[in-house]
């Protein structure tokens, strides 16, 4: 009956956590729309969440690989491709603020694809292994797609953005699948942290590729609004703050349930 129990939880829990989550959207344009318009510095927001996503890959993935006695090719390959996207977006960051031409060809993009492309390739070999769990299998065929998508935004200029807005998106969902199995696994806290780090570094990378796509200032954002009415949205979410808390809450809510059940 005991071992019953979080199974029930979850059951109970899981259709309000889907309405919360529908209206994540709402929240996490709306602060994007607030920091837009208050960006202080010379140089642009997208170029900054860019430079600093791609940075946040690097340092999560070297801080879980801070134990190993020896690297994998997986994590090799990882770094290199994650390494090579922070060169391209720190030497945009100098262009711009220098108006010195420093900045990597495009095709350092698609390098970075390839070289995460193997990396995945390489874990494909253990997620299709017949007791890996489902959810892994999906986070690594999300990876693929998203190292994939990487190489076509490299390379097709016509292609780049939403290229590499899919991309984003996917490894989103890949390291948002991680640290949920992570936190299941009650693995240890610098672990989860290096893990956050990666995911948090998606998110940033995602929102540059939002606001280029000028999604936050849309006359369509009220109907992002999930499963709630939009005037309860609307009212819930009227201030940045709200939507920045609502946020937080919402990924330390679901990582201690996670941790917990």
Not at 31 to 38: C, F, K, M, Q, T
Request: aromatic fraction near 8%; charged fraction near 10%; hydrophobic fraction near 55%.
């Amino acid at each position: 009956m005991v071992m019953e129990q979080p199974g029930a939880v979850v059951a109970a829990v899981l259709p309000l956590w889907a309405c919360v989550v529908s209206v994540v959207p709402t929240a996490w344009l709306s602060v994007l729309a607030e920091v837009s318009r208050r960006w202080p510095f010379e140089l642009s927001l997208i170029l900054s969440l860019r430079a600093v996503g791609a940075c946040a890959l690097v340092v999560g993935h070297a801080a879980s690989c801070r134990k190993k006695a020896r690297l994998s090719r997986a994590d090799v390959f990882y770094l290199t491709g994650a390494t090579l996207l922070s060169l391209f977006f720190g030497g945009a960051c100098v262009s711009s603020l220098t108006g010195f031409s420093v900045a990597p060809p495009p095709l350092t993009v698609s390098a970075a694809g390839l070289s995460l492309l193997l990396c995945f390739l390489d874990l494909l070999r253990v997620a299709i292994r017949p007791k890996v769990a489902r959810v892994t299998r999906a986070a690594v065929a999300a990876a693929l797609l998203g190292s994939a998508s990487l190489v076509v935004a490299g390379a097709s200029s016509t292609k780049r953005l939403p290229a590499a807005t899919l991309a984003s998106s996917s490894f989103l969902f890949a390291n948002a699948v991680l640290l949920f199995l992570l936190a299941r696994a009650k693995t240890a806290a610098s672990t989860a942290l290096a893990q956050t780090c990666k995911l948090a570094g998606s998110a940033l990378l995602l929102s540059a590729n939002a606001i280029a796509f000028e999604w936050p200032t849309l006359d369509t954002l009220p109907a992002v609004s999930g499963l709630l009415d939009d005037s309860l949205t609307a009212k819930l979410f009227q201030a940045p703050s709200l939507s920045l808390s609502f946020l937080v809450l919402l990924f330390g809510s679901t990582f201690y349930a996670a941790y917990s059940l």
